[in-house]
C-alpha cells in the first residue's frame, strides 16, 4: 500500500522540499529542547512493555495504523492533483496495469502480462481475470482506456500528460486486452504505466474531472477504501475486502495530518502515530541518545532516488571549460557534505543513477576529494593566482561566480556553504545567494541567468533522462536549463528510449553515465537516505529493507493483537 | 443615523474595488505562478503542459485583464475555484449534478479559525481588564509589578517555543491534553458532551497560549486608561459624594477606562478570521493563517485573492462596527458624529 509512495515522492519532491520549511525553525528548537534539560525527564523510564514489542507474533489480520504526512491531499485524482500527498493516498486505492517490484523491475499490477510488438511501437496489456472494483463492479480494459482519455484531455488540467500524449491510439478490443500504439518506439511508456492511476468509468464518465465529487469520494480497487477524511486533519482508510491483489494484515490506516515535524516527533513519542519520516538529527542523535524511544521504534534507512547537485551555467565562461568544471568537481568533498550535513546519511554518487541498481553504472568511482589536482587543473586552463590575493584569475579576471540555492532548505544552504569553503581554498570565489523557489526559477533558472546553482533532481525509476540531458530541451522552463549539449550524449539517449530490452538499455545508459562522468556538467554532491521510525508493535517489515523501500510490501505488515492500541480498539 | 449607515456603507464598496486591484497587482509582482510551483521540477513534467495550465488560468493574459475577470465572477460573488488544490471551490461548497457536496476552502478553514480567536480574545479580555484594574488600582506596589513581570515575561516569550515546551510536558510526559489536530480519532463516534468535551481539550494549548502572549498589551492599555481616569476630577467627586470604593472603581472609573478598548476590538475583528500560521502549523490545525499561507507559497491566486477580499471587507467593517459601538457607548461622539439629533 505504501510501495509507490517512495517514487511518488519523487514526482513532486523537489517542489516539496521548498514549501514546507517554514517548520524547521520549531523542528531545530525541538532538539535543542529534547537534547536539553528536559533529557532528563521521567518520559524516560523503559516501559514495561519493550519486553513484549521484541517478541515476534504469527502474521495476523486486523488492527489500526497510525501514520503522519505533512499536509493534506487536495483531491484523490493524483493525475490532475499533481502533488505527493494525493498520489500517495492514491497509491493505497488505485493500481496501475505495471508496478515495480522490490528490486525495481517492472511487474504486473492489473496486467497479468504485456507484450512488447516486434516493431517496438505497440504494447499489449492482458489484464488478469475476475478484477473488480471496492463495490462489485468488474474493472475492464475500459477503465483503462477512459483513464487514458482523460489525462489526454485537452481539458483536463494535469502536469504529467506528456509520456501519455505521445500514443497516438489505444484500445480495449475486449475486457482483458488494452493496446497501445505509438509512433515510434517509446520505452519509458512502461514506466509511464505504472504510474498511471486506473480510474472507474462507471462513476467518472460524464463528469467534470475538476470539480467531481470523486475526488472527495473516491473508489478504487486497491488494499484500502477511503472511510472518512477531515479535511486538514486526517484519512481514514479501511480494508477493501476485494482488493484485485488480495486484501491486506491491517484493517485500519489512519493517515493524520501534521505539518510541523516537531510536532510529529512529540506525537510518535507520545505513542498517538506509529510512523513517520525522519530528518537525519532525529535518527542519527535523538533517537538513539533515548534509550525509552529506542525500546519501542524500530528505525528504518532506504537510497532515495534522488540527488542533490552543484550545476554549472555551461553557456557561461568559465564553466564552458571541462577543466574548471573538472578542478570544481575534485575540490569539493562530498564526504563532508555527507557527515556535515546528512550526518552520515548519504552517500556519494558518480552517475544521475541510484547505486545498487541496474542503470548504475558500476564502474565509476565518486570524483574523489584531491585540492592538489583541482589546482593543477586550474593551471591547466590558465588560471593562477598572479597577484597573491588567493583568487585564481586569467586575463585578469578573477575565477569568481554566484551560487543560488533555493530558500529554506537548510540542507542545501549548509552544502552551498562547505563548497564555498572548499573553493576558496584552490583559489575560487563565490558568492551564496538564497532565493525564494518561485523566484530562483522565475527569474534565474527559466531565463537562464545564473553561475552554478546547488539544487536537486527527483528522478524515476526509469532510465530515461531526455528532458534532463538532450540538447534539444533547453528552452524556457524545460529541465536542461545548465545547457548541457552533447552530441554522443543525445545519441545515447535517444537509443535508450528506443530500446526495451533491459540489457541493451542498462549498458546504454552505462555508457551515458561514463560521457557525463567526463564531461562533468555538474557535481554531484550527495543521494541522501530516507528515514523511518515505526513502532516495534508492527511486525513483518522486510528486513534488510529491500530496493523498493520499506514501505513495498506493507500490505504483509501487521499488528499481533496485544500490541495494538486499546483506545482505538474500543472504537 | 440610517443616512450616515447608508454612507458609509456604500463608501465601502469603492474601497474594496481599490483595495482587491492594489492586492491583485502586489499579488502578481511577485514572481512566478502556479506552473512554477506545482510540478514544476518533476522531469515528467513539460514545459506544453505547463504552458497549457497558464493559458486555461488567463495566466497568459495581462494582469489587468486578469484582475477584469477575476471582478467579473465576484460581481456574481464567485471566488472562483483554487489552482492549486485540485479545483476546490475557493470558498462557497458546491454541489454536483449527483447530489455530492464538495465544500469550499474557505468555508472549511473559516469557523476554526473563527472559533479559537473568539474563545482567545473572550479569554484575553477577561483576564486583561481585571489584570490591568488591579495593577491600576495598586500602582507601584508588589501586585503591580508582578503583573508587569507577568506581562513581560508573557510578551517577550516567543510563541512557538512556548507551544513546543508545553506540548511535550502536557502531551508527552503528563498525557494531560492532544499534542496536535482539532479532533480525536473517533470524534465521530462520541456524543454531543464528549464531543465539546474533545475539541476543548484539544483547543486548549492552541488557544491559551497565544492568549498569555497578547495578554500584555491590553493589560497595560487598561492600566493606564485606569490610571487616567482614577486621576480625574469626577473620581474624586464620586469619593467625596462617599460613594463606595468598589462602586467608584468598577461604575465610574472602569467604564470610562474601557471606551478606548471598543476600538482595540473593533480593530481586532478582521484579525479574528487571520489565523497564525506558526500555531496553526505546530498544532496541525487546518485553519485560515495556513491556507493563506500555502496559497501565497503555491501562487495560488484564486484562493489569496479570497482571503484577502474577505479580510478586507472584515476591516472595513470592523473600523464602522468599532465607530457604531464608541458612538453608542460615548454620548459626547453621539452628538458630534449625528448632529442632526
Known amino acids: 500500500m505504501m510501495k509507490r509512495r517512495m517514487t511518488n515522492r519523487r514526482l513532486t519532491g523537489m517542489h516539496h522540499t521548498c514549501t514546507k520549511q517554514y517548520a524547521s525553525i520549531g523542528q531545530q528548537l525541538v532538539i535543542g529542547m529534547l537534547c536539553s534539560t528536559l533529557l532528563a525527564c521521567s518520559a524516560d523510564s523503559p516501559d514495561q512493555n519493550t519486553a513484549a514489542l521484541n517478541q515476534p507474533y ?39 496495469l505495471l508496478t515495480f517490484n522490490q528490486d525495481l523491475d517492472l511487474a504486473g499490477e492489473l496486467a497479468e502480462s504485456w507484450q512488447v510488438a516486434d516493431d517496438k511501437k505497440t504494447i499489449t496489456f492482458k489484464l488478469k481475470p475476475g478484477l473488480q472494483w471496492a463495490d462489485g463492479k468488474p474493472l475492464t480494459s475500459a477503465d483503462v482506456l477512459f483513464t487514458w482519455q482523460l489525462i489526454i484531455d485537452e481539458k483536463t488540467h494535469s502536469p504529467y500528460a506528456s509520456d501519455y500524449q505521445l500514443v497516438t491510439k489505444a484500445e480495449a478490443p475486449d475486457a482483458q486486452t488494452f493496446i497501445v500504439h505509438y509512433a515510434q518506439p517509446f520505452a519509458p511508456a512502461l514506466e509511464s504505466w505504472a504510474h498511471l492511476q486506473v480510474l472507474p468509468k462507471h462513476k467518472l464518465a460524464g463528469q467534470d474531472i475538476h470539480t467531481t465529487s470523486f475526488a472527495q469520494k473516491p473508489l478504487g480497487s486497491h488494499y484500502y477504501q477511503l472511510k472518512e477524511w477531515r479535511h486538514g486533519e486526517y484519512l481514514k482508510l479501511e480494508r477493501n475486502p476485494k482488493s484485485v491483489l488480495g486484501p491486506a494484515n491491517i484493517d485500519n490506516v489512519v493517515e493524520r495530518i501534521i505539518p510541523d515535524p516537531a510536532a510529529q516527533f512529540l506525537e510518535l513519542m507520545a505513542d498517538n502515530i506509529d ?95 584531491d585540492p592538489t589536482k583541482a589546482k593543477q587543473l586550474l593551471a591547466e586552463a590558465g588560471y593562477v593566482d598572479s597577484n597573491g590575493d588567493g583568487i585564481v584569475e586569467r586575463d585578469g579576471k578573477k575565477l569568481s561566480f554566484e551560487v543560488l540555492t533555493n530558500l529554506g532548505n537548510k540542507q542545501r544552504e549548509k552544502t552551498t556553504v562547505i563548497i564555498q569553503r ?10 551564496i545567494r538564497t532565493l525564494e523557489w518561485a523566484s530562483l526559477l522565475t527569474n534565474f533558472i527559466k531565463p537562464g541567468d545564473f553561475d552554478a546553482v546547488v539544487m536537486g533532481w527527483g528522478l524515476s525509476l526509469d532510465p530515461d533522462q531526455y528532458s534532463i540531458w538532450h540538447s534539444s530541451q533547453q528552452g524556457p522552463g524545460q529541465f536542461n536549463f545548465i545547457g548541457y549539449n552533447n552530441p554522443a550524449v543525445d545519441k545515447l539517449l535517444e537509443q535508450g528510449r528506443m530500446e526495451f530490452d533491459p540489457e541493451t538499455r542498462m549498458q546504454i545508459y552505462h555508457d551515458f553515465a561514463k560521457v557525463l562522468y567526463e564531461d562533468s556538467p555538474l557535481v554531484y554532491l550527495s543521494a541522501g537516505y530516507g528515514l523511518t521510525a515505526i513502532h516495534k508493535r508492527v511486525q513483518g517489515i522486510m528486513n534488510p529493507v529491500p530496493p523498493a523501500g520499506v514501505g513495498y510490501d506493507s500490505h504483509k505488515w501487521y499488528l499481533p493483537e496485544p500490541l495494538r492500541r486499546t483506545q482505538i480498539q474500543a472504537e | 443615523m440610517l443616512n450616515y449607515l ?24 511577485a514572481p512566478g505562478d502556479i506552473t512554477s510551483t506545482e510540478a514544476a521540477f518533476d522531469p515528467k513534467s513539460s514545459e506544453e503542459s505547463r504552458q497549457k495550465l497558464r493559458e486555461l488560468y488567463h495566466l497568459d493574459k495581462p494582469v489587468i485583464v486578469q484582475y477584469g475577470l477575476w471582478l467579473e465572477r465576484m460581481v456574481h ?90 506540548m511535550y510536558w502536557l502531551g508527552v510526559i503528563h498525557p494531560w491534553f492532544p499534542i496536535s489536530g482539532l479532533h480525536s480519532l473517533n470524534y465521530a463516534q462520541l456524543d454531543t458532551w464528549q464531543k465539546c468535551q474533545d475539541l476543548l481539550m484539544h483547543l486548549f494549548l492552541p488557544v491559551v497560549i497565544p492568549a498569555i502572549t497578547g495578554l500584555a498589551g491590553i493589560t497595560m492599555f487598561v492600566k493606564n486608561g485606569m490610571l487616567d481616569v482614577l486621576s480625574q476630577d469626577f473620581v474624586t467627586t464620586a469619593r467625596a459624594k462617599g460613594l463606595s470604593d468598589c462602586t467608584v472603581t468598577y461604575r465610574h472609573a472602569l467604564r470610562n477606562a474601557l471606551l478606548p478598548l471598543i476600538t482595540l476590538v473593533g480593530l481586532s475583528l478582521p484579525g479574528l478570521i487571520g489565523g497564525s500560521v506558526i500555531a496553526e502549523t505546530i498544532f496541525a490545525i487546518p485553519g485560515m493563517g495556513k491556507l493563506f499561507y500555502d496559497a501565497v507559497m503555491m501562487r495560488d491566486f484564486p484562493v489569496i485573492m479570497g482571503i484577502l477580499t474577505i479580510g478586507s471587507a472584515l476591516t472595513l467593517m470592523g473600523n464602522l462596527l468599532a465607530d457604531l459601538a464608541y458612538a453608542w457607548a460615548d454620548p459626547r461622539l453621539r452628538r458630534g458624529v449625528m448632529p442632526q439629533r
Open chain 2, 6 to 29: 447608508i454612507r458609509r456603507i456604500v463608501w465601502m464598496i469603492p474601497m474594496l474595488i481599490g483595495i482587491s486591484l492594489i492586492s491583485f497587482f502586489i499579488m502578481h509582482l
Open chain 2, 77 to 166: 460573488l464567485d471566488f472562483g475555484h483554487s489552482f492549486a488544490s485540485h479545483q476546490k471551490p475557493v470558498f462557497w461548497a458546491e454541489t454536483d449534478k449527483d447530489g455530492n457536496t464538495t465544500p469550499g476552502m474557505i468555508q472549511e478553514a473559516l469557523p476554526i479559525t473563527l472559533l479559537m480567536n473568539v474563545v482567545g480574545l473572550f479569554l484575553t479580555l477577561t483576564l486583561a481588564v481585571p489584570l490591568g484594574v488591579i495593577a491600576a488600582k495598586k500602582y507601584g506596589r508588589w501586585p503591580d509589578r508582578s503583573i508587569t513581570l507577568f506581562n513581560f515575561i508573557g510578551f517577550s516569550i516567543p510563541g512557538f517555543w512556548l507551544s513546543l515546551l508545553l
Open chain 1, 275 to 369: 510512523s513517520m519520516t525522519l530528518d537525519p538529527i532525529t535518527y542519527a542523535r535523538i533517537i538513539p541518545s533515548r534509550p525509552a524511544l529506542q525500546a519501542k521504534l524500530n528505525q528504518y534507512k532506504e537510497l532515495g532516488n534522488s540527488y542533490t547537485y552543484l550545476g554549472f551555467n555551461l553557456k557561461r565562461k568559465p564553466f564552458d571549460d571541462v577543466r574548471v568544471r573538472k578542478a570544481i568537481n575534485y575540490a569539493i568533498d562530498k564526504q563532508e557534505i555527507i557527515d556535515g550535513v546528512y550526518l552520515g546519511l548519504g552517500i556519494a554518487i558518480a552517475s544521475p543513477y541510484k547505486p545498487g541498481t541496474r542503470w548504475s553504472n558500476p564502474n565509476l568511482t565518486p570524483y574523489p576529494f
Open chain 1, 422 to 431: 572548499r573553493l576558496k581554498e584552490v583559489g575560487i570565489e563565490t558568492r
Open chain 1, 58 to 96: 504469527p502474521a495476523q489480520t486486523g488492527g489500526t495504523l497510525i501514520s503522519a504526512m505533512p499536509s493534506d491531499p487536495s483531491g484523490m485524482i493524483g493525475m490532475v492533483a499533481g502533488e505527493s500527498a494525493s498520489l500517495a493516498i492514491g497509491a493505497y486505492l488505485f493500481n496501475s
